[in-house]
């Protein structure tokens, strides 16, 4: 293996690494980053994600047999989003809606609901993790040149990612929902005055960054197996890729997942994936020294 | 100018104090009262929790591991103790043994001496505490950004336990141990000893902590829990005054690590992770966050319910532990404390309408003793 | 020529481009009651921000006392060497007392960690008797938050005077309140002057003409005049920017 293989073969991994990292901080760049609320069960609405693809690919599989399951996939992206974006839906009406402004409030009352969603799950699908297999067109490989391969799964990740990123800059960059994100989420009061229906845009953006963890758990569940409790490793990892990039920008988590995905990727061709973790959190408080905002800070003249 | 109101107070601690002292162990089951004892000190580590959430304002999601490295001391004392009669009869604990170490880490080398390690269990998280508090205050990262960086910490911590196996024990944590100063853990009374040492610590951390919130001090803490960035402008430096208090919560966390191992006869890294670090702070809040006592109670109230629910129906105490969270948000900020002070507030007012607000006279006697 | 008490030479603050404040020359000797006017955002809170280490100007050098550079210090730091504000939006401790807010507020030999955890909470006359000014003894034991926005100005201007700072800062003290307690505040200030050095933002000219010693008019982070009342009012461009917009205001109402 060449040095040069060596680099491309690490920065794709650590790309690949890095575009799971962003789909997941994607929902909470804009639940975190755009309403400021911390949501401790966004990793059991990736969860639901995964169980839906799980279910979906049983249902394909007694339907149309062992050869012909995989179509199940294209029908488990979209259904994913629809099942975590409902249950998102929920959670705002019920509880977030009234917790605005008290971001450790939402942690803790969203932590409850992350220990009710779990223990729900476990009693449904088991406490055992289950196994959601990858459909037949994405299990090859490409092969490059010698010493090179490029998994078609990993391959699809990071296209999914980048068109991923880009609808959601065309939703709230290009569109009139997407404005009214914006206002509300910059001033919600103004926004009302406006005649700007805040109530209805809140639920629509909590439960469209619900949707996106639903669809980050789905494609999460083709890179290993799945149980009730497998959320919760993922949750700090994507609360750091937000911290590090600076709160309320999507370029931010974008910088971030990378920041951390391609350092974490480095760090354990090095030593283990344990010390990999630990070099990465020294360096986002070191960064943190420097930058305390994050990479893209926002300005604000306020006094806190 | 000790008013009626703080005299009634100290005959009420001093009443909790002999009740646990003494009806306690002469009542309850060796069962009941060794739970107890161990309720008693997580309370010490709730203590330190009130302090720097619910008087400081600051959320730490890693009091875990500062537990956890308080427990840890403690539980390698215990386990050098052990000398020789271990299964493979080497001078090293067995994981060692069976890890292929031939000799003892550095670190390990002062918990031979009882006292070092208590020592270490309360400098070595109160040092962890400064440092990282130091780093992440004087960089002005506040609110939920504490919050997520210890929640972090947890994470690594744990990670770190169960890696580096040869030294920490790994998953399996550190147990199995057999005296404690020459006493055997398995005698019963010696168990009755350290739950009276325990009540005693318990009792002399709260009056620590009472002191701290009652001085000029813990008004600060209070003004930084308000208006952190407003008190820079009346001459305060946030910083110090948070890096304090992170500190000596770290160290009561450890304390109580510390006196929880021997009465449990373990400590492994499921005490330090995520999980076990945000169920301490729901003990604080269902007690009432802002009161001493609440900390106490509340952990006393959430774990006798979590040793209840586990007898009786375990897989139900996740639905109810996560009701707990969202209804203690929703619906009771104040915890239970605020339940009674919110009952004895209507009777006063039943009894007597035009009567002053007693929380007022109590405000004044506080501050002008 | 005394020395000045706070001194700025070609301050420039910008924010993303802005310049709130645009090479701004400032300068107060000890003693004085100077009231800055200006429309909104002519710099007026900015400048405050500047003196009190809220906000670092990208140019020019901040000058406090004999030679102290401020540019340097922390909020903290610049407060300790006797420097008090009182903030626009009052904002006091809502979840401490009154009289704790005072009590914090009171000035201490050192406001380190262990100086405050050891000292003795023993001012109560010197608190009381502020209370008694400012109107709030009857208050002492409620919790800031239940005070009224007019109660919370006055507490916020407890707290400065009870810093007992040699230079105020006061933004926007009258807001919210009566016709008679704006008079009063008026008396305060005018007293506090002399021993104190008093720096003043506000709008309601009527309290402004009642004040004033010397006026500072600032516009787009510059200054446009300084002078008496009657110097500023006379001032055509002052007239064209600040007071003409006043007129026409009030014209329509």
Redesign the interface.
């Known amino acids: 293996m060449t040095p040069t293989t060596f680099l491309v073969g690490q920065l794709f991994n650590g790309l690949s690494v890095s575009s799971i990292l962003l789909l997941m901080a994607l929902g909470l760049a804009i639940t975190f980053g755009l309403m400021g609320v ?1 949501n401790m069960a966004h990793g059991e609405l990736m969860m639901l994600g995964s169980y839906t693809a799980y279910v979906l690919q049983n249902l394909f599989v007694r339907q149309f047999g062992e050869q012909n399951f995989g179509g199940y996939f294209l029908v488990a992206l979209p259904m994913s989003f629809v099942v975590a974006g409902l249950m998102g839906l929920l959670l705002e009406r019920a ?1 977030i809606r ?2 605005y402004g008290r ?3 939402t ?3 969203t ?6 969603l ?2 729900a799950m476990r ?1 449904v699908f088991g406490a055992n993790n289950v196994d959601v297999r990858s459909p037949n067109w994405l299990t090859g490989r490409w092969q490059p040149s010698a010493g090179l391969e490029f998994p078609h799964l990993r391959l699809f990740i990071i296209v999914f990612t980048a068109l991923a990123i880009a609808g959601m800059y065309a939703l709230l960059f290009r569109t009139n929902i997407g404005l009214k994100i914006r206002a509300v989420t910059q001033n919600r009061d103004m926004s009302a005055c406006l005649g700007v229906p805040t109530a209805k845009v809140d639920a629509y953006t909590f439960s469209l960054g619900s949707g996106l963890a639903g669809v980050a758990g789905c494609i999460l569940s083709l890179m290993g197996s799945v149980g009730p409790t497998t959320g ?1 490793n993922y949750i ?1 990892d994507a ?2 890729v937000v ?1 590090l990039g600076g709160v309320g920008k999507l370029a931010g988590a974008i910088a971030g997942s990378f920041g951390i995905g391609e350092c974490n990727t480095l760090f354990e061709s090095f030593s ?1 994936a ?2 990999g ?2 070099i990465v ?1 020294t360096l ?3 960064f ?3 930058k ?1 905002s994050g990479l893209f800070p926002s ?1 604000s ?1 306020s ?2 | 100018m000790p008013g009626q109101k703080s005299w009634k107070e100290w005959l009420l601690l001093g009443a909790i104090l002999l009740l646990l002292l003494f009806a306690a162990p002469a009542t309850l089951s060796e069962f009941r009262l060794n739970l107890l004892g161990k309720f008693l000190a997580l309370a010490i580590l709730a203590l330190g929790i009130d302090l720097i959430w619910g008087y400081t304002g600051m959320l730490s999601l890693g009091h875990g591991v500062f537990f956890g490295l308080g427990g840890y001391c403690m539980a390698m004392y215990l386990k050098l103790q052990v000398g020789t009669a271990g299964t493979y009869q080497t001078d090293l604990p067995d994981f060692m043994t069976w890890n292929g170490l031939t000799q003892l880490p550095w670190f390990w080398k002062p918990m031979y001496h009882f006292w070092a390690a208590m020592l270490c269990a309360i400098l070595v998280p109160a040092l962890c505490a400064t440092l990282l508090g130091f780093l992440t205050f004087r960089s002005r990262v506040q609110g939920v950004y504490f919050a997520i960086i210890t929640q972090a910490l947890a994470l690594v911590a744990s990670l770190l336990l169960i890696g580096q196996q040869p030294y920490t024990g790994g998953t399996n944590g550190i147990t199995d141990y057999r005296t404690l100063l020459g006493f055997d853990l398995a005698d019963n009374a010696v168990q009755k000893g350290i739950y009276v040492a325990t009540v005693v610590v318990l009792a002399l951390c709260y009056l620590f902590c009472r002191w701290i919130v009652r001085s000029r001090l813990g008004k600060v803490l209070g003004a930084i829990r308000d208006a952190e960035n407003r008190l820079r402008f009346l001459g305060y430096d946030p910083v110090g005054f948070k890096v304090f208090v992170f500190a000596v919560s770290a160290a009561l966390a450890g304390l109580a690590g510390a006196l929880f191992v021997p009465q449990v006869g373990i400590i492994s890294p499921s005490n330090v992770g995520i999980v076990p670090s945000i169920e301490m702070v729901i003990w604080v809040a269902v007690g009432g966050r802002g009161t001493l006592s609440g900390a106490v109670l509340g952990t006393l109230l959430v774990n006798g319910a979590k040793s209840a629910f586990s007898e009786e129906f375990p897989a139900f105490w996740l639905y109810f532990l996560g009701s707990l969270f969202v209804g203690v948000v929703l619906l009771f900020p104040d915890g239970a404390v605020g339940l009674l002070r919110a009952a004895r507030k209507l009777a006063a007012r039943l009894r007597a309408p035009a009567a002053p607000e007693p929380e007022l006279r109590e405000a004044e006697q506080e501050t002008l003793r | 020529m005394p020395t000045s008490i706070i001194y700025l030479e070609g301050v420039t603050v910008s924010f993303d481009g802005f310049k709130a404040l645009n090479n701004l020359n400032f300068i107060m000797y000890p003693g004085e009651l100077r009231v800055v006017i200006g429309p909104n955002g002519a710099g007026k809170t900015t400048l405050l921000d500047v003196i009190s280490g809220k906000v670092r100007p990208s140019e020019g050098r901040v000058i406090f006392g004999e030679l102290t550079e401020l540019s340097s210090l922390a909020e903290h730091e610049m407060a300790k060497l006797g420097i008090g504000r009182k903030f626009q939006t009052p904002s006091v401790f809502k979840h401490l007392s009154v009289y704790e807010n005072l009590e914090l507020a009171c000035h201490q030999k050192s406001k380190g960690v262990f100086a405050t955890l050891f000292s003795k909470r023993g001012e109560r006359d010197k608190i009381f008797s502020v209370l008694e000014y400012i109107g709030l003894a009857e208050k002492a034991w409620h919790k800031a938050g239940a005070l009224s926005h007019g109660e919370k100005q006055w507490l916020e201007i407890g707290m400065v005077v009870i810093q007992d700072p040699r230079l105020m800062l006061i933004d926007e003290p009258v807001a919210g309140m009566t016709g008679k307690e704006t008079e009063k505040t008026g008396e305060l200030l005018t007293s506090l002057a002399g021993k104190h050095s008093v720096l003043v933002i506000e709008h309601d000219m009527n309290f402004v003409r009642q004040i004033a010693q010397t006026i500072t008019v600032l516009h787009e982070g510059t200054v446009l005049c300084e002078g008496a009342l009657e110097k500023v009012q006379s001032d055509p461009r002052v007239v064209e920017i600040y007071l003409g917009r006043e007129h026409k205001s009030h014209a329509n109402h």
Do not use: N
Not at chain 1, 111 to 116: E, R
């Open positions: 911390i509880l009234h917790l971001p450790l409030e942690l803790l009352a932590w409850g609901v992350s220990l009710i779990q223990q009693q919760q700090v609360f750091m911290v283990t344990t010390m973790k630990v959190f986002v408080i070191l943190l020294q420097w305390p300005k003249r006094l806190d």
